[in-house]
């Protein structure tokens, strides 16, 4: 079974820039979420989304949305990117929600705004 | 407020010896569950053990293996005959009802060989 897909791998962006990140989860897996991680701030929750809808959010400023498609994958949008921006994003797919739920990433993409 | 903390931001083992990665978390939910997950340089994150905090009974994974203290809240783990493929940083982590990982700062583990 293949694992959960993020793509692009890298991505370069300047400031003010948007950018669209996209992870298909694991065949059978209907929740997606999301982290960022970065040096100083180490690993944050971003979002979770299930059937579609999203179910909870960490605290991120509003540049950073999300949706999630009728086939599980999901998409994540920054709007007005920033310096601060540079991370990397992973996601992660379960089977459903909740928290008996074991989480899989992906390699994740590395976003590099200069 | 959710927290954890691992205090041990760099360890090292020979190669077959066995190695013990510290975890402490903060939390008021009852019902939680405790991950640790590696991440090797390829930096995909790994799952390696879990435990689900209703349990007493330590978890168990091949040569991985948590001592879960409730009252205490630590979570730590040990990582027995140390191969250099367990070269990677560890992360703890917590998830609670609101199914979004907590996790540490994590410990940059290297195996010597």
Redesign the interface.
Known sequence: KAGVTQTPRYLIKTRGQQVTLSCSPISGHRSVSWYQQTPGQGLQFLFEYFSETQRNKGNFPGRFSGRQFSNSRSEMNVSTLELGDSALYLCASSLTTGTNQPQHFGDGTRLSIL | AQTVTQSQPEMSVQEAETVTLSCTYDTSES???L?W?KQPP??????VI?Q?AYKQQNATENRFSVNFQKAAKSFSLKISDSQLGDTAMY?C?F????????????TRLTVIP
């Open positions: 019902n939680y569950y991950f997950y390829s930096r995909q994150m790994i799952l879990r689900e992360f982590a998830i609670t009802g609101a199914n979004n990982l907590f996790f540490g700062t994590g």
